[in-house]
């Protein structure tokens, strides 16, 4: 028979997802810091549209930040919280580029592809291990990231499948 935690859970199951979420974490924090970078930083035509929709962005990245934090602690585990650990184990990078509004929604388009692919790889391990709180705190993230995406690409004039450039193959995404 297997071990339990707190919340009714099998404890090798729910340490899977804390890892996996902890990885989520680190790419949300990253996402985060980018989005606020975009915020200060952005110049030319489109600057007050996007200097109010990357403020918008960014509260909302803070929110789930604290949010999948907080569930890492319910599984019984410590979120990681340094930058260090997590330039070690997210696959979003810091982005340099944060003026040029193009460029800086790009950035998004792929965060959030990034986002998405592990919140559907985090459903399947919360759905394996039972862990309803997970898997509602992921599906309601996707669907609203997913209209998301198709708010920035509407705003690019394209669809984000049309970016090659883009496409982040799903085998790269969480494999650190």
């Given at each position: 028979?297997?071990?339990?935690?707190?919340?009714?859970?099998?404890?090798k199951?729910?340490?899977?997802?804390?890892?996996?979420?902890?990885?989520?974490?680190?790419?949300?924090s990253?996402?985060?810091?980018n989005?606020r970078?975009?915020?200060?930083?952005?110049?030319?035509?489109?600057?007050?549209?996007l200097h109010?929709?990357?403020?918008e962005l960014?509260n909302?990245?803070?929110?789930?930040?604290?949010?999948?934090?907080?569930?890492?602690?319910t599984?019984?585990?410590?979120p990681?919280?340094?930058?260090?650990?997590?330039?070690?184990?997210?696959?979003?990078?810091?982005?340099?580029?944060?003026?040029d509004?193009?460029k800086?929604?790009?950035?998004?388009?792929?965060?959030?592809?990034?986002?998405?692919?592990m919140?559907?790889?985090?459903?399947?391990?919360?759905?394996?291990?039972?862990?309803?709180g997970?898997?509602?705190?992921?599906?309601d993230?996707?669907?609203?990231?997913?209209?998301?995406?198709?708010?920035?690409?509407?705003?690019?004039?394209?669809?984000i499948?049309t970016?090659?450039?883009?496409?982040l193959?799903v085998?790269?995404?969480?494999q650190?």
């Amino acid at each position: 028979m297997s071990q339990m935690n707190a919340i009714g859970l099998d404890l090798k199951k729910s340490k899977k997802l804390a890892k996996k979420l902890n990885i989520l974490l680190a790419n949300y924090s990253i996402f985060y810091q980018n989005t606020r970078g975009f915020h200060w930083n952005i110049k030319g035509e489109k600057f007050f549209e996007l200097h109010v929709k990357f403020e918008e962005l960014y509260n909302d990245l803070r929110l789930k930040i604290d949010e999948i934090a907080e569930r890492v602690l319910t599984l019984g585990h410590t979120p990681d919280h340094r930058y260090t650990d997590y330039q070690k184990t997210a696959t979003i990078t810091e982005s340099a580029e944060t003026s040029d509004g193009l460029k800086c929604v790009e950035n998004i388009l792929h965060s959030f592809q990034v986002i998405i692919s592990m919140q559907r790889e985090l459903l399947d391990l919360s759905e394996d291990a039972c862990d309803e709180g997970t898997n509602a705190l992921m599906s309601d993230y996707i669907r609203a990231q997913e209209k998301l995406v198709w708010m920035y690409s509407a705003f690019l004039g394209s669809t984000i499948s049309t970016k090659e450039s883009m496409v982040l193959p799903v085998h790269e995404v969480g494999q650190n």
